[in-house]
Structures are given as C-alpha cells and as structure tokens.
C-alpha cells in the first residue's frame, strides 16, 4: 500500500499560507536535500487554492508527477496536466493508495483537504518544514479536524537556518 504524505511547510503558529495565500515567507537550507522527497513521490494531490497558487507562481503541473486537483469549481478541461476531481475525494485516493507504483503520495495541501483525507483514514504521514517565522494569519496546517490525529514523531532534524524538518507517523488507533 503506497503511503500518503502530508508535506508543507508551516510557520511557528501553523499557517501554511499567508493570508494572501503566499508562500514567500518559507525559508530553505543548504543542508536540506529537499530532491531527495521528490524522489520517492510520483502522485500529487492538492486542493483548489493550492494548485490556484501554484499555477499564479507560474507551477501547477509537476514534471513526472501525476497532479490530482480536488475542486468542484474548476472545469477539467481548463487543466489538461492535471486530473481534476470534483466527488469523493476519499475513493479516488484509496484507490491511488492501492495502485503497486513502489512510490509515495504527496498531498501538497491544502489543509480542508488534509482534514478530509485524515478523517477518513489516508494519511500515513505528516512532514512539517517548520519555518521560524509567526505570520499572524492565514491558512491553517489542520482546519476543522472532525477528530484527534495522533501522531508519533519519527525524525526531528534542525538546521543553521532555523528551518526544522519533522516527521510523524500517523498512529491507527
């Protein structure tokens, strides 16, 4: 079963976006191999307003990366590099989840669709680039959870920069 990876960055008070649904503000290291996590995905499964972000910074489509937009206000034949999914965004990622790639899944964002998807039990894991900024407003990493997420937290990595790498596992109870 391929793994579904919550991966964002994140500011010190949990936004992954700005209030302008920016992104500026994250930070890289020269110690993070952040091509290495690209390695291991070949899906990617976003919300509306992350792949709308995407496109607006002059991205959307990943190079070798299947894209999976979860909308229903965009019109699939606007974005022919992308699979856009308007109904039941759980069974079409269950089923993305049982296709033999030998790769992960990377759920970009946003954060309704990470609450949806953990709600029905298809998030393996949470990856936070924790930036050391407080943006005082804007998207959250975790909206209206119906429920606790428990997580266990399997790496911690800190670097020069400040950035902080983490990753947990999520824990089935």
């Given at each position: 079963?391929?793994?579904v990876?919550?991966?964002?960055?994140?500011?010190?008070?949990?936004?992954?976006?700005?209030?302008e649904?920016?992104?500026?503000w994250m930070?890289?290291?020269?110690?993070?191999?952040?091509?290495?996590?690209?390695?291991?995905i070949?899906?990617?499964?976003?919300?509306?307003?992350?792949?709308?972000?995407?496109?607006?910074a002059?991205?959307?489509?990943?190079?070798g990366i299947?894209?999976?937009?979860?909308?229903?206000?965009?019109?699939?034949?606007?974005?022919p590099?992308?699979?856009?999914?308007?109904?039941?965004?759980?069974a079409v990622?269950?089923?993305?989840?049982?296709?033999d790639?030998g790769?992960?899944?990377?759920?970009?964002?946003g954060?309704?669709?990470f609450?949806?998807l953990?709600?029905?039990?298809?998030?393996?894991t949470?990856?936070?680039?924790?930036?050391?900024?407080?943006l005082?407003g804007?998207?959250?990493l975790?909206?209206?959870?119906?429920r606790?997420?428990?997580?266990?937290?399997?790496?911690?990595?800190a670097?020069?920069?400040?950035?902080?790498?983490?990753r947990?596992?999520?824990?089935?109870v």
């Open positions: 079963m391929r793994r990876r919550y991966a964002v960055g994140m500011s010190l008070d949990a936004f992954i976006a700005d209030p649904d920016g992104v500026g930070i890289g290291d020269p110690g993070y191999d952040g091509m290495a996590f690209f390695r291991e070949d899906t990617a499964l976003m919300g509306r307003r992350t792949f709308e972000a995407a496109v607006a002059g991205g959307g489509a990943m190079p299947r894209g999976y937009v979860f909308s229903r206000t965009l019109r699939a034949e606007d974005f590099d992308v699979t856009v999914v308007a109904e039941d965004a759980a990622v269950a089923a993305l989840r049982a296709e790639t790769s992960d899944i990377w759920l970009a964002g954060g309704a669709l609450a949806s953990a709600a029905a039990g298809l998030v393996d949470v990856e936070i680039g924790l930036n050391p900024i407080l005082g804007g998207i959250p975790a909206p209206s959870l119906p606790a997420v428990r997580l266990e937290l399997t790496e911690c990595t670097y020069g920069s400040g950035l902080v790498v983490l947990y596992d999520v824990r089935r």
